[in-house]
């Protein structure tokens, strides 16, 4: 290994290690088994809390925006993204009341979840001077998959339940189930007691 290496390794190492006592600092909580990587933006970082785990790094994408705001009057906000979980380039996660992100959630880039919505009742003003409806809290139980481009809108998604591509939920899905569509719907459910995948429709 040459000098350049080794000194390469060691700026990387400074830079990571400032990152995590920077976010130590603002976020609410942040485990030192976490990886942030390059312009993640936070708002209302003091609510937001991010845990790890000492057998697998929990994971957040480059590009992705994470927010705790109460936007909708609620007084607590908490955005919780648990141990292990990976979540990808480009994801959206905005919450006014309660998104809770349970340990080994696998999310794909550009993956949406919010438990707000804007209002649009009001035809004779513009969308964005409409207030903000608070929609139910979010909960992604453990070990789920969302996959690409996917929307969860005040909406759950059960423990290892799969959300395909493209798909957008806003009703709660039970654990162990595979939806998909907009608005998805349950296409495959495990049989716990036959312990296989069964079709639906």
């Known amino acids: 290994m040459n000098l350049e290496v080794i000194i390469?390794?060691?700026?990387?190492?400074?830079?990571?290690?400032?990152?995590?006592?920077?976010?130590?600092?603002?976020?609410?909580?942040?485990?030192?088994?976490?990886?942030l990587l390059n312009s993640i933006r936070f708002d209302g970082c003091k609510s937001i809390f991010i845990y790890g785990d000492k057998d697998?790094?929990?994971?957040?994408?480059?590009?992705s925006w994470l927010a705790a705001k109460s936007l909708t009057g609620r007084k607590e906000c908490m955005l919780v993204i648990g141990a292990g979980s990976k979540i990808g380039n480009f994801n959206h996660?905005?919450?006014t009341s309660s998104i809770i992100i349970k340990n080994n959630v696998l999310t794909a880039d550009k993956?949406?979840?919010?438990?707000?919505?804007?209002?649009?009742?009001?035809?004779?003003?513009?969308?964005?001077?409409?207030?903000i409806k608070q929609m139910k809290d979010v909960v992604i139980g453990e070990g789920a998959w969302l996959g690409e481009n996917v929307c969860i809108i005040g909406a759950s998604v059960g423990k290892?339940?799969?959300?395909?591509?493209?798909?957008?939920?806003?009703?709660?899905?039970?654990?162990?189930?595979?939806?998909i569509g907009a608005p998805a719907r349950i296409i495959k459910r495990y049989n716990l007691e036959m312990k296989r995948w069964e079709m639906t429709v």
């Open 160 to 179: 290892g339940s799969v959300i395909g591509a493209n798909s957008v939920v806003t009703k709660d899905i039970p654990d162990y189930c595979v939806a």
């Open 111 to 131: 993956v949406f979840i919010s438990d707000n919505l804007h209002s649009y009742e009001d035809v004779s003003k513009p969308v964005f001077k409409q207030p």
């Open 56 to 63: 697998s790094k929990t994971v957040i994408g480059r590009n």
């Open 93 to 95: 996660i905005f919450c």
């Open 8 to 35: 390469h390794r060691l700026k990387m190492i400074q830079y990571f290690t400032l990152r995590y006592w920077y976010y130590k600092l603002v976020l609410g909580a942040i485990d030192h088994k976490c990886l």
